[in-house]
């Protein structure tokens, strides 16, 4: 994919999302560790952002992957894991370095994807495909 004025937008509005997820941890709702593996058929994906947006209260918690494709979410800069209940999930590979799309839409501007994160450990794994089914 080109860059695209959309494609700047959509790291403007990462940004933003990534930015309010500060909160002090005396303001933070119940957590659940997150942690798991970013895959595009098959492989690992390295360097990308996820994003999990809570559906209902809390901000937004966030991780990058590492060469292995794994990541795992921080609540803030003080606090690991993400709001337990339901969440939009976002994941690109767009960045400062990375002006290119890697994903398809459905990854992160038109994401598809959801999550729901439980009290403790969660181990959420995102198998991505390079032409996902609608």
């Known amino acids: ?4 004025t959309q494609n700047v937008a959509l790291v403007l509005c990462l940004t933003a999302i990534m930015a309010g997820c500060s909160k002090a941890p005396s303001d933070a709702p119940p957590l659940g ?6 895959t595009l058929d098959g492989a690992p994906v390295e360097g990308a952002t996820i994003i ?3 559906t209902t209260k809390g901000a ?3 991780g990058v992957t590492d060469s292995a494709g794994k ?8 606090s690991t894991g993400a709001a337990i209940g339901e969440h939009v ?3 690109t590979t767009m960045n400062a370095d990375q002006p290119t ?3 398809h839409p459905f990854y992160h501007a038109r994401s598809k994807l959801k999550a729901t994160v439980n009290e403790g450990k969660n ?3 995102f198998p991505l495909e390079k032409a996902p089914k609608p």
């Open 33 to 38: 560790e997150v942690e798991g593996v970013v």
């Open 101 to 103: 799309e890697k994903l």
């Open 60 to 62: 937004a918690s966030s």
């Open 71 to 78: 990541y795992k979410l921080a609540y803030g800069s003080n």
């Open 52 to 54: 999990f947006e809570p």
């Open 89 to 91: 999930v976002r994941i």
């Open 1 to 4: 994919m080109k860059f695209k």
């Open 123 to 125: 181990t959420i794994d």
